[in-house]
C-alpha cells in the first residue's frame, strides 16, 4: 500500500454519483448535424481545410493545428460539411466562436485507418506524434494539448507518471464508468505512455476510495506491470493537479511551475484511453464518454458521445424535463458553468452534462456582506486567503492580489461553497486574474507603441538632421560662388587649378582649388567621357528616328514638314555639339 | 601606541574621528559618481504609466514630453485615454490627491478604437502616414494606405488630415480570447426577510437553457 499525503482544506459536497452508474456507458444514435469547434483547447484554434459541401468520413482530419500548441480537428461522424461559421460554444462569456458543422449521413462510415500494436519498438518522438495528430487534448478540464505534455525535448526526464482517475467533483462519473469497462485498454494507454516518456521509475493511478468496483477492475489489469493503484479518502478537489501530485507524492508543485520541472507528468485516465485508441486502433479522439445527470433528466447515465454532438440531442433522449430543471451545467456543479444555450456542441474536455432540479441546486441566493469568519480559508486546498483575495479584488489592488498569490487559485470553489454569506468568492478570483492579465497585455502593447513611437521621432529628427546638413552645404557653397566665381570652363578649371593649387596659397585659390576638386570628384574625365558617348549614341538613334519622320512627312505631304525638319536639324547640332565636346575631352 | 592614546584621549578621539570622516566622505563621493543615476527616475515611472497612445490630447507631442511636464509639476489629469485609473495611479506614484479628469482636453471613451482606411476611397495622400506617431499606416503615393490593426494606438490623429475623411474609427470588438469575468455587484445589505423577497431571482421557465 502506497503513502499518501493529505492536502490542506477542502470539502464533503453530497456525492450524488451512484445515481448514473446503474446502468453501463450507452450509445446515443448519431445526432443530425454535429457542431465541432476550432478550439476546444489551450492554445491556438485549429485551421479548417476542408469545404462546405465537401462529404467526410469518421476520423477525416476537417481543422489542421494552427502552430506546435494546438491539435487537429477530426470528423466525429461520416457526412457533409454543412456549414464553417460562428455557434454558440461552451464558453461563461455565451460568445459565439468559429465552429465546423458536419451533416451526418447515419452511415459513421469509417476513413482508413490503422494502429501500430507493437508501439515498444517505435521512437517515442513518433508516438508523440501520433497522439498529436490524433487531436488529443487533456480530457479532465483544462484542454492542453497531450502532445505537447509529452514533448520529450525536455531538459529533465521524468521519473513519475500520474494518471488522475480521481474525479473528485459530485455527480461526475465518466472516469469511473470507463474504468469499470475499459479497464484494460485503458491500462494498454498507460503502458504506451510510459514508453513514450522512457519508463518512468514511478507510475501511479491515483483514484478516490468512492469508486471501489474501478478500483477492482483495475486490479487484474496492473498486475505485475509495475504500475501502482493508490486509494486516498475522498475530498474535493483532490483531483486538481497540484493537489493531486501532493497527495501521491508529498511533493508541492513550487507555483508559476508545470509537474515536468519537477521530472512528473499528470495526465487525465480519460486521455490514456484516447491515447491508446489512437496508437492501438489508429484513431483519432472523436468521441469521449460523458455523463448525463442531475434529477431533471428522466435517465442519468454515462454516454460514449461523438464530440460535436449538441446538448439538446443529449438531454431530449434522456427525457429533460425544462419545468423541473432551471438550467443546464457543463462540468460538475462545483467548477461547471451554466451553458448559455443548449445548442452548444459537446467538446473534448466536457465530462458531464448536468440538469440538476431546482430542489437539486437552488439558485445563488443572495450574496450578502462578508462577515470575516474565516471558513473560506480553512477550506482552501491551495492555502491561499480567500477573503484577503476578496478585499483586494474589489479594491482592484493588482499588487496585492499577487503578492497573496491569486495565480495559485485553482478555482475550485471550496470557498464559495462554505461561505454562509453566499459570495460568489471564484467569480472575484476570475475577474480580478482578467483583469490582471489584461493589465499585463496592455502594458505589453503600451511598451511596444512607446518604442515605436520612440523610432518614429529619432527617424523624423534624423532626417530633419539630414535635410539641415545638406542645407548649410548648399548655403556654404553658394557663399563660396559669391567669392570666387569661376570663370574658367569647368573641365579645364579642373586640370588647370589642380596644378596650380599647391605652390599658390592665396585664400581665393584654395577655394578655387576645393571646388576644382569637387567638379573632379563629380565627373573625373573618364566619367566624362563616357557619359558624352552615351549622349552621341542616344542623340544618333533619335536624329535617325527624326529623320524617318521627315522622311515620311515629305512623302504624305504634311503640313508638319517644317516642324519635324527643324527637329532634325537641331538634333543634328546636338550631336555635333557633343562629337567636338568629345574630342576635346579625349585630346 | 596604546600608551600615546591613553595619554592623549581628547586628540586620540579628534584623529580617529577625522579619520572616520574622511573615510566615509571618500566613499560616499565615490559612491555618488560610480552609482550615478543616468536621467530623471521619476519621468521614467511617469511614463511607464501614461497609457502611450501618443495622442497629444494633452497639448504635449507624445506620453514621454506630457510625463517630464508632470515631473516639473505640471497638472496630472490631462490624459484622457488613460482616464481615471491612470490619473489614480500618477497619484499614487506622486502621492498627491488624484483630480478628476479635466475635460478640456477631451472625454475618457469607454470602449478602444483603432483607425480604419475605407481603402476604396483612399487617394494614397500620405497625410495620414506623416500623422500617425507610431508608424501603423502603410502605403506610399498614389497608392491605397491601410491600417496596422495591431499597432494603431486609437490616438485618431490620422483621422483630421485626411482630405477625403475616408478613415474611421471602429471600435475593438471583443472575441472570445480577451473576454473577461465581470466583478460580480457588490453584496447588498439585506436583512434575513429581504432574502425570499423580490431580491431573490423567481425561478421560472424562461431562464431554463
Known amino acids: ?587 | 601606541m596604546i600608551e600615546l592614546i591613553s595619554q592623549n584621549p581628547i586628540l586620540a578621539a579628534l584623529v580617529a574621528l577625522v579619520g572616520l570622516a574622511i573615510l566615509f566622505g571618500a566613499l560616499l563621493g565615490f559612491a555618488a559618481e560610480k552609482f550615478k543615476v543616468e536621467g530623471d527616475p521619476i519621468v521614467e515611472q511617469l511614463d511607464e504609466l501614461l497609457p502611450q497612445t501618443q495622442c497629444g490630447q494633452c497639448g504635449f507631442p507624445g506620453c514621454r514630453p506630457y510625463a517630464e511636464s508632470i515631473a516639473n509639476g505640471d497638472e496630472i489629469n490631462k490624459c484622457p485615454p488613460g482616464g481615471q485609473a491612470t490619473i489614480n495611479a500618477i497619484a499614487n506614484l506622486l502621492d498627491v490627491p488624484a483630480p478628476e479628469l479635466d475635460a478640456e482636453h477631451g472625454e475618457e471613451s469607454e470602449v478602444k478604437t483603432v483607425a480604419y482606411i475605407r481603402e476604396d476611397e483612399c487617394i494614397g495622400c500620405t497625410k495620414c502616414i506623416q500623422a500617425c506617431p507610431v508608424d501603423a499606416i502603410l502605403g506610399a503615393a498614389k497608392l491605397m494606405h491601410t491600417v496596422i490593426a495591431d499597432e494603431c494606438t486609437g490616438c485618431d490623429l490620422c483621422v483630421e488630415p485626411c482630405p477625403v475623411d475616408c478613415i474611421d474609427m471602429l471600435p475593438v470588438e471583443e472575441t472570445i480570447a480577451d473576454w473577461r469575468w465581470s466583478i460580480p455587484d457588490q453584496p447588498g445589505q439585506l436583512i434575513a426577510t429581504d432574502k425570499r423577497g423580490e431580491l431573490a431571482s423567481q425561478p421560472n421557465s424562461e431562464d431554463a437553457a
Not at chain 1, 137 to 156: D, H, I, Y
Not at chain 1, 263 to 271: L, R
Open chain 1, 1 to 587: 500500500m502506497n503513502k499518501t499525503w493529505v492536502t490542506p482544506g477542502g470539502v464533503h459536497p453530497p456525492e450524488n454519483k451512484l445515481q448514473s452508474v446503474t446502468q453501463s456507458i450507452g450509445q446515443l444514435p448519431i445526432p443530425e448535424t454535429l457542431v465541432i469547434p476550432l478550439s476546444q483547447h489551450i492554445g491556438a484554434a485549429a485551421i479548417p481545410c476542408v469545404e462546405i459541401g465537401q462529404a467526410v468520413l469518421k476520423g477525416q482530419v476537417i481543422a489542421k493545428p494552427a502552430g506546435v500548441v494546438s491539435i487537429p480537428m477530426h470528423a466525429p461522424t461520416s457526412g457533409t460539411v454543412s456549414a464553417i461559421e460562428h455557434r454558440p460554444i461552451a464558453h461563461s462569456s455565451g460568445m459565439l466562436a468559429p465552429c465546423i458543422e458536419i451533416t451526418s449521413d447515419n452511415a459513421d462510415t469509417w476513413i482508413e485507418h490503422q494502429g501500430i500494436s507493437d508501439y515498444e519498438h517505435i521512437s517515442p518522438a513518433k508516438l508523440v506524434e501520433m497522439v498529436g495528430n490524433a487531436g488529443i487534448s487533456g480530457m479532465g478540464g483544462a484542454g492542453f494539448p497531450s502532445a505537447v505534455k509529452l514533448n520529450p525535448g525536455r531538459q529533465r526526464p521524468i521519473d513519475t507518471l500520474i494518471v488522475n482517475a480521481t474525479e473528485c467533483e459530485p455527480y461526475i462519473t465518466a472516469d469511473d464508468s470507463a474504468i469499470r469497462e475499459r479497464a484494460g485498454e485503458i491500462v494498454e494507454g498507460i503502458k504506451i505512455l510510459s514508453a513514450i516518456l522512457g519508463h518512468p521509475s514511478h507510475i501511479m493511478i491515483g483514484i478516490e476510495d468512492n469508486k471501489p468496483e474501478a478500483i477492482e477492475a483495475l486490479a487484474p489489469h496492473v498486475e505485475g506491470t509495475g504500475i501502482s493503484v493508490v486509494v486516498f479518502p475522498t475530498k474535493y478537489p483532490s483531483g486538481g493537479e497540484k493537489q493531486l501530485i501532493y497527495i501521491l507524492t508529498g511533493k508541492e508543485l513550487p507555483s508559476g511551475k508545470l509537474p515536468a520541472d519537477i521530472g512528473m507528468v499528470c495526465i487525465n485516465i480519460g486521455t490514456t484511453y484516447a491515447i491508446k485508441r489512437a496508437i492501438i486502433d489508429g484513431e483519432p479522439l472523436v468521441s469521449r464518454v460523458t455523463t448525463v445527470t442531475g434529477d431533471a433528466v428522466g435517465i442519468q447515465r454515462n454516454y460514449d458521445t461523438l464530440i460535436g454532438t449538441p446538448v439538446s440531442h443529449l438531454l431530449t433522449h434522456n427525457k429533460y424535463d425544462q419545468q423541473a430543471g432551471g438550467r443546464v451545467v457543463m462540468g460538475g456543479p462545483m467548477m461547471g458553468f451554466t451553458l448559455p444555450s443548449a445548442e452548444v456542441p459537446i467538446v473534448k474536455t466536457t465530462n458531464c452534462i448536468l440538469a440538476p432540479s431546482y430542489a437539486e441546486i437552488p439558485d445563488d441566493e443572495p450574496a450578502q456582506p462578508c462577515i470575516r469568519c474565516g471558513m473560506c480559508a480553512e477550506a482552501c486546498p491551495a492555502s491561499l486567503l480567500p477573503q484577503q483575495l476578496f478585499w483586494y479584488a474589489q479594491a482592484q489592488d493588482h499588487e496585492r492580489l499577487e503578492a497573496h498569490n491569486l495565480f495559485d487559485c485553482i478555482e475550485c470553489g471550496a470557498c464559495s461553497y462554505v461561505c454562509p454569506s453566499n459570495i460568489p468568492l471564484v467569480q472575484y478570483y476570475r475577474a480580478a486574474k482578467g483583469e490582471i492579465r489584461h493589465a499585463q497585455d496592455e502594458k505589453v502593447k503600451a511598451d511596444h507603441a512607446r518604442e515605436r513611437f520612440e523610432f518614429h521621432k529619432e527617424r523624423i529628427e534624423q532626417a530633419e538632421r539630414e535635410k539641415e546638413e545638406k542645407r548649410a552645404a548648399r548655403r556654404e557653397a553658394a557663399l563660396k560662388a559669391k567669392a570666387n566665381p569661376p570663370t574658367a570652363d569647368k573641365t579645364d578649371g579642373a586640370s588647370g587649378s589642380k596644378a596650380e593649387a599647391k605652390p599658390s596659397s592665396s585664400a581665393a585659390d584654395i577655394i578655387a582649388a576645393a571646388q576644382a576638386r569637387a567638379a573632379a570628384k563629380q565627373a573625373s574625365p573618364e566619367d566624362q567621357q563616357a557619359k558624352l558617348e552615351r549622349t552621341i549614341a542616344a542623340t544618333e538613334q533619335r536624329l535617325i528616328v527624326a529623320e524617318e519622320k521627315l522622311a515620311e512627312a515629305i512623302a504624305s505631304d504634311s503640313d508638319k514638314q517644317a516642324v519635324f525638319s527643324a527637329a532634325v536639324e537641331n538634333t543634328r547640332q546636338k550631336l555635333q555639339q557633343s562629337k567636338t565636346k568629345l574630342a576635346e575631352l579625349t585630346a
